[in-house]
């Protein structure tokens, strides 16, 4: 079993900056796909961003895109999410994820998931 550990999660005003981290305890960010995910009250979850290693693309959803930045650290040990210009809307629990079969569409493809870090942006 894969465990994860989150963190960089916190409250910012529109238009701030967060780092988001995600340390595995396993070599999984070696594996196929990882991304980050997220889920707002109400509302339906959203893979944020992925990489896919064996296709060798990174995806972002239309929401994020020119504004957040996924990485890995060389090691591939540790997943990155860099936000910047937040919005209110945002605001959710983001969780990281991994599999090691690709390619993901959906959220439910990630077979190894964290418990996620709290974002929240206030206008």
């Known amino acids: 079993e894969v465990d994860f550990v989150e963190s960089g999660g916190g409250s910012v005003q529109t238009g701030g900056s967060l780092k988001l981290s995600c340390a595995a305890s396993?070599?999984?960010?070696?594996?196929?796909?990882m991304g980050w995910y997220r889920q707002a009250p109400g509302k339906e979850r959203e893979v944020v961003a992925h990489?896919?290693?064996?296709?060798?693309?990174?995806t972002y959803a239309d929401s994020v895109k020119g504004r957040f930045t996924i990485s890995t650290d060389d090691a591939k040990t540790t997943l990155y999410l860099q936000m910047d210009n937040l919005k209110p809307e945002d605001t959710a629990m983001y969780h990281c994820?991994?599999?090691?079969?690709?390619?993901?569409?959906?959220?439910?493809?990630?077979?190894?998931r964290g418990q996620g870090t709290q974002v929240t942006v206030s206008s």
């Open positions: 994820a991994a599999d090691t079969f690709c390619p993901i569409v959906a959220v439910g493809d990630f077979g190894y």
């Open positions: 396993e070599y999984i960010f070696s594996s196929c796909a």
């Open positions: 990489i896919d290693t064996e296709g060798g693309y990174t």
